[in-house]
């Protein structure tokens, strides 16, 4: 029987699963990982009434799944417990499981009962609710690319493209917008486009992008940036599960493979103005100042948000030239070689495309970002200088990245304390400058390929 003390939408989904007999609390942390505690369904209701408790350290564990004491969560604070609290609404069925399940998606407390402020999707809410309180809405579409990869790894460890389903041969060659790869790889398609139906999840395209088993699939925009980035956590989830119940692995690392394309998150962005008017809205011969502004700001904050957009090593590596990846942070109409995107649209559907995020970035911090950038360019109403037409590389001085600068950047950054607060900038500053450190302590193979001999 359905739990009286249930939100009226995630009642009705639960009445909806009537053998459902466990659900996933999740809650994301910095890293855009899933975290948290799988209960029977008998418990449900006190969840609701009670909240459950969850380390407080969970938000900013790294990459590996460790405490990072230098956040000031651990130890210091004796590894504390927080009240985490269902998302009202976001009761979801897990589809492809083998006995029904669902999800359901959790908001920590701080210590005294409010929202803890560096949690990711609270700090993307707090930017939606400054565009808010000047009258705006942002609209948000969120577009991801991954890797469908064998789910055996080879010998030394490392991943190899899938084998294509109707040949049985390995992808080798690059197809982008090949028809027969979304033919070939229907069984996987139609099942995410079955699960993301189950889970009310607004994907509306796929296609086979510039890479070996490479696909991107489209969210629909949504008038509420934190749902958009909600629906982009639950498709990785559908994608990943889909693909490892085919014998397949999904892969979002930026880039996996060395001689083919990265992957990419794309935030597709316009704002409204209180009368549901596009401040976009323009022609290209004759680019509104909003709009010019909007780009303006997003330039002037990139080098501060840098690690938000490319939060891990492997990030640095997808930052090479030719390979529709923003080398710097130019802007152009219908153009896929600049940072900031103005794609072909009637006048009243204008928006910005902002190309710079690796598909390895938190989509909530990425999003917060974003807007955080437009946001600043409206107040300050910087020149984004001319848009680039043709290709950008011959144009532009190629930016060179480096992780460590992006995390001195990142720390010593006014803006980012300014805007998303000093509490977020140091636990996740202290994040990345720990999986760094221990990145670089590791002897890779390649140490031993070049130094083992050779000196």
């Known amino acids: ?57 969970l938000i900013a564990t790294d990459i590996t799944g460790n405490t990072v004491e230098e956040t000031g969560l651990g130890y210091d604070i004796g590894d504390e417990d927080r009240i985490c609290r269902p998302v009202p609404g976001s009761l979801r069925p897990l589809p492809w499981q083998a006995r029904p399940m669902a999800q359901l998606l959790l908001a920590m407390e701080d210590a005294k009962g409010g929202m803890f402020a560096a949690n990711p999707r609270e700090v993307l809410k707090r930017m939606v609710q400054r565009f808010a309180e000047r009258g705006l809405t942002p609209v948000v579409a969120v577009e991801l690319e991954f890797y469908l990869l064998d789910g055996e790894l080879d010998a030394s460890g490392r991943p190899t493209t899938s084998r294509n389903p109707a040949t049985g041969e390995r992808n080798t060659t690059t197809q982008v917008y090949y028809l027969q790869d979304l033919n070939d790889y229907q069984r996987f398609t139609d099942a995410v486009a079955d699960a993301c139906a189950a889970q009310n999840i607004p994907a509306d395209t796929a296609v086979a992008e ?93 080098r501060d948000c840098m690690l938000l957009f490319a939060p891990h090593a492997n990030s640095y590596r997808r930052f090479v030239l030719n390979a529709f ?14 940072a900031m995107r103005i794609p072909h649209s009637n006048q009243a559907n204008v928006r910005v495309e902002h190309r710079i995020a690796g598909a390895d970035a938190n989509p909530y911090l990425v999003t917060a970002a974003v807007l955080a950038g437009i946001l600043h360019g409206l107040d300050t109403k910087p020149d984004p200088g001319p848009p680039i037409i043709g290709n950008a590389y011959e144009q532009t001085e190629p930016r060179t990245l480096f992780w460590r600068d992006t995390i001195t950047d990142f720390m010593a950054s006014d803006f980012i304390a300014q805007t998303f607060g000093n509490d977020f900038r140091h636990i996740y500053g202290q994040q990345k400058l720990k999986e760094m450190r221990s990145f670089y302590r590791e002897v890779t193979d390649l140490d031993y390929a070049w130094y083992l001999r050779a000196v």
């Not at 996933?24 to 369904?41: C, F, H, Q, V």
């Not at 629906?231 to 999904?250: H, N, P, T």
């Not at 990846?325 to 600049?338: A, E, I, K, Q």
Request: proline share 6%; charged share 20%; aromatic share 6%.
């Open 325 to 338: 990846v923003p080398l710097n942070d130019c802007w152009g109409f219908n153009n896929r070689t600049v």
């Open 1 to 57: 029987m359905t739990q009286p003390s249930l939100p009226p939408a995630d009642a009705a989904t639960l009445a909806q699963m009537p053998e459902c007999s466990a659900i996933d609390l999740i809650l994301p942390d910095m890293n855009g990982l899933l975290r948290g505690k799988r209960i029977t369904r008998d418990a449900l209701e006190k969840v609701y009434a009670d909240g459950v408790c969850l380390p407080m350290s």
């Open 210 to 302: 510039y890479a070996p088993g490479q696909f991107e699939i489209n969210l629909k925009h949504r008038d509420d940036a934190v749902l958009a980035c909600d629906d982009a956590l639950y498709l990785k989830r559908v994608i990943k599960s889909v693909a490892e119940q085919q014998g397949m692995i999904a892969s979002f690392m930026a880039k996996p493979f060395v001689d083919q394309a990265g992957s990419g998150t794309h935030i597709h962005v316009s704002v409204l103005d209180r009368d549901g008017n596009n401040i976009f809205a323009c022609t290209e011969d004759a680019p509104a100042d909003t709009l010019r502004h909007a780009i303006g700001g997003l330039q002037q904050v990139s």
